[in-house]
């Protein structure tokens, strides 16, 4: 197997996509909304680890105590998941240009968990008392001010119909789905070339969800692209890597190599027609305002 290149920005010609092939180079592929790992998400690990402080020590204690750390470090346990979903979820809507806040305000009720752990905690050494609402409302404080809230209003959605948003979410869910199913199907090929090769292909595609996610309108359009064409080149992923696992073949990599060729430009052409209806909609609006304007003004007056 020829040897592979490696390279990055900061390399000489690292601006060049790995991979062979001609036609459009698409930008760097982004990851999927939502799946880059979070920042500060080794403060929900600490918050995980730290329910071990109550779950040890509880089977050494009577039962009464030991049931309230067993609760203590669930409800601990139980704050981290919601927090690091609540921050995945935080993290797609500040990807995104468009966006519906989320359903569940997972943050928040991790800071309600975690002060309902503290408040469990508190009572285990001060009983009924004051000192275990304090530490209760501490708890969910502290966990605000690390970790914030989460999205409370909708993102770029005025004037937008969420029906039809509500169909592109769903179209570009499945999108991702195709395109995860890929990359995972590529990997069994064991090749980095190939595998880079499908990663500029994944940017090429996000590049058409992109534009469909800023305008819904597109999505009728791009629905075809974003379906077939994507779940055909899935399908040939899977069977390509299947037959490269089992013995090489130049000319079917080839082969393979060419179709998604021929699929980027497919895509990157159908993203510039997009683009280029948007300009002749908004050269139509401006027309319109303009020839209004015109016939509102006052003869006489020279409008500015």
């Not at 935080?90 to 806040?101: I, L, M, S």
């Not at 990359?183 to 090429?204: N, P, S, W």
């Not at 064409?229 to 130049?250: Q, S």
């Amino acid at each position: 197997m020829a040897a592979q290149r490696f390279g990055g920005k900061f390399s000489p010609d690292g601006t060049r996509p790995t991979g062979s092939g001609s036609g459009p180079q698409p930008p760097v592929p982004r990851a999927a909304p939502g799946m880059e790992k979070p920042a500060g998400g080794w403060r929900a690990t600490f918050l995980f680890l730290s329910a071990f402080v109550f779950l040890f020590p509880a089977f050494g204690e009577e039962p009464g105590a030991m049931l309230l750390s067993l609760i203590a470090g669930g409800c601990l346990i139980l704050s981290a998941w919601l927090t690091r979903e609540g921050m995945r979820a935080r993290a797609a809507y500040d990807a995104r240009r468009v966006a519906r806040r989320p359903a569940i305000p997972r943050i928040l009720f991790g800071a309600i968990a975690t002060g309902a752990a503290l408040f469990t905690g508190g009572l285990i050494g001060h009983g009924v008392s004051l000192y275990p609402i304090l530490f209760g409302l501490a708890g969910a404080g502290l966990h605000i001010g690390a970790f914030g809230f989460d999205p409370w209003t909708d993102k770029g959605m005025e004037g937008v119909d969420r029906f039809q948003t509500d169909r592109v979410a769903r179209a570009l869910a499945g999108a991702e789905k195709t395109l995860a199913q890929m990359k995972d199907a590529i990997l069994r090929a064991r090749d980095r070339q190939l595998e880079a090769r499908v990663d500029r292909f994944i940017g090429q595609t996000r590049g058409l969800m992109q534009r469909v996610e800023e305008d819904p309108g597109d999505l009728t359009a791009a629905r075809r692209y974003l379906t077939v064409y994507l779940e055909g080149a899935r399908d040939a992923t899977v069977k390509f890597a299947d037959l490269w696992a089992i013995r090489p073949d130049p000319k079917a990599r080839e082969d393979y190599e060419q179709l998604l060729t021929d699929l980027e430009t497919t895509f990157a052409s159908r993203s510039e027609r997009l683009l280029g209806n948007d300009r002749d909609t908004l050269d139509i609006e401006i027309s319109v305002l303009r020839d209004r304007l015109k016939f509102e003004t006052p003869s006489g007056s020279n409008p500015s």
